[in-house]
């Protein structure tokens, strides 16, 4: 089944029972708690805090969704993304547990023919209920799981709306791995639907895991997370997200580009699908209107335009890389989000301008790491210091994670502590004397504005709050 189908038939089945359709937000989430839209309730928090007073009970939407936590997992698991469309369902204050199960159940086996036998249900550890509707439904007591706080109370990973959760996983069979439920390998048993009982409210506390449950929900809703990427790879039989009809145009762009066929196992993999699937990234938060900076979402931005280009490298691309393989991306996908071929023009300029700029140095910086790399081992070392790190980020535009990630390939470790020190001494001495900097900064963010402003805007809602986020040392 083709992704468009796949779309379709989501949407389909839950307005024809009574849910609104409401279009994706952008990526620039209008909420100050969150730098990126991670999941489709976002836009509807509000909503569910009781904050609005939702204008219609139900709701249904595909929303574009950015996750740069899991950027280490691409090309290494089958299943993660830094950017996919989340397909939900949510009920505000109207059904709850045992309808969002059963119009999930029914999707699932009817709308989509996934067979019974290959779906694993996951509950939260001390929800009874869950578990009995799941029964009911003829799901086998050998087929449900409990799981903890870590798995199965789903909350934004910021300060707000959360409850226990309900999951529904695949088993893709034991060529992916071990036997034994989403409990036991996530590889084999893919997870692919969310079902969010939203009941609770979640404060700040210093990590994510330390949120303390600060009080009740006014009412209770569901909101409810269908990875398309993660169906479409099961439903086409493709091995993992890279390789759906999603991003299989961009992959084989790249292997054009890299003279080479797309291997399917090993490091090469990895680099061929952190490549594709990095450009689909840049090119939707670029149409969402993130620019390239040196923090905020314009640094996320700039993190994976970066390590895609070094990902080319490894695969023998010397050419630029970003260009072609975000035309292909906006050629894809273009007739599904408009947004992104009203903003091509804009999508090649910045990505052409930040390739070029890192090329530049890119040579460079590889040989002084593989330099430092050498001199490490040598010295019986398995840490890379910080200098090193912090010269290659402040003179090659090294965003640390890749000094981190080329290291960890070499069985190295970096000193991030010492790196945060310099990092805090040079931001220092900037708020005092860094004029230089400040108008070379400001110059390249004004050259972007202009870029920004010559082509056609289409919903291009986040520059103003983009422009204030960019703090320039
Ligand atoms: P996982 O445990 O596999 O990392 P998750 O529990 O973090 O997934 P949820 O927050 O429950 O994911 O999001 C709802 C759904 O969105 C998931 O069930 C999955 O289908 C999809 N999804 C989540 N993260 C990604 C990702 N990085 N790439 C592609 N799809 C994803
Ligand atoms: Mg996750
Ligand atoms: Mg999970
Ligand atoms: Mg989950």
């Known amino acids: 089944m083709r992704s468009t189908r796949i779309r379709q038939t989501f949407t389909d089945f839950f307005v024809s ?38 204008p219609f009970p139900r709701a249904t939407s595909i929303q574009k969704c950015a996750r740069t936590s899991d950027i280490d997992q691409v090309g290494r698991t089958n299943r993660h993304a830094t950017f996919f469309e989340m397909m939900g369902n949510f009920s505000f204050g109207d059904y709850f547990k045992e309808d969002a199960a059963a119009f999930a159940w029914e999707l699932m086996t009817e709308g989509y023919g996934l067979e019974k036998e290959r779906l694993w249900i996951t509950v939260f550890e001390d929800d009874d209920e869950a578990e009995r509707i799941w029964r009911r439904i003829g799901v086998p007591a050998g087929r449900i799981q409990r799981l903890g706080m870590e798995d199965n109370y789903w909350s934004m990973g910021v300060p707000g709306p959360s409850g226990p959760s ?58 409810t997370g269908l990875g398309l990427d993660r169906l479409a790879a099961v439903l086409q039989g493709a091995e993992n997200v890279c ?53 905020g979402r314009g640094y996320i931005l700039r993190r994976l335009m970066r390590r895609a280009v070094r990902h080319a490298r490894l695969l023998g691309i010397t050419g630029p890389v970003l260009p072609a393989a975000t035309a292909s991306v906006v050629a ?5 989000w408009p947004e992104l071929t009203g903003r091509a023009g804009l999508i090649e300029q910045v990505v052409t301008a930040e390739e070029e700029s890192f090329a530049r140095t890119l040579a460079q910086g590889t040989r002084l790491l593989d330099a430092a790399i050498t001199r490490t081992r040598e010295g019986r070392s398995v840490t890379l210091a910080g200098e090193t790190a912090f010269e290659l980020a402040d003179t090659y535009g090294f965003p640390l994670e890749l000094t981190v990630e080329a290291a960890r390939d070499a069985g190295l470790t970096v000193d991030e502590d010492r790196f945060g020190t310099l990092l805090d001494e040079q931001r220092r001495r900037a708020k005092t004397g860094g004029k230089a900097k400040t108008a070379e900064a400001l110059k390249r963010l004004e050259a ?15 520059y103003d709050s983009l422009i204030a986020e960019t703090t320039v040392t």
Request: charged residues 25%; negative net charge.
């Open 332 to 336: 894809n996908l273009g007739d599904v």
């Open 166 to 223: 309900s999951e529904i996983s695949y088993d893709r069979g034991p060529g992916f791995g071990e036997e034994g439920g989403p409990a036991v390998d996530g590889e084999r048993y893919i997870e692919l639907w969310n079902l969010v009982f939203m009941q609770t409210v979640r404060g700040e506390g210093p990590a994510k895991k330390d949120y303390p449950i600060v009080g009740e929900l006014p009412s209770r809703s569901i909101d």
């Open 17 to 54: 029972r009574g849910h609104q359709p409401v279009p994706s937000s952008s990526l620039i989430p209008d909420d100050p708690t969150l730098l990126l839209a991670n999941a489709g309730m976002n836009q509807f928090k509000p909503y569910l805090l009781g904050e609005t007073a939702p």
């Open 243 to 295: 390789t759906t009809d999603l991003l299989l145009p961009t992959l084989n762009t790249v292997q054009e580009l890299a003279g080479r066929e797309y291997p399917g196992e090993g490091e090469e993999k990895v680099s061929f699908q952190v490549v594709a699937e990095h450009a689909r990234s840049a090119a939707f938060l670029i149409a969402d209107g993130v620019l390239p900076a040196k923090d």
């Open 448 to 462: 972007y504005r202009e870029l920004a402003a010559r082509v056609p805007r289409t919903e291009f809602v986040g």
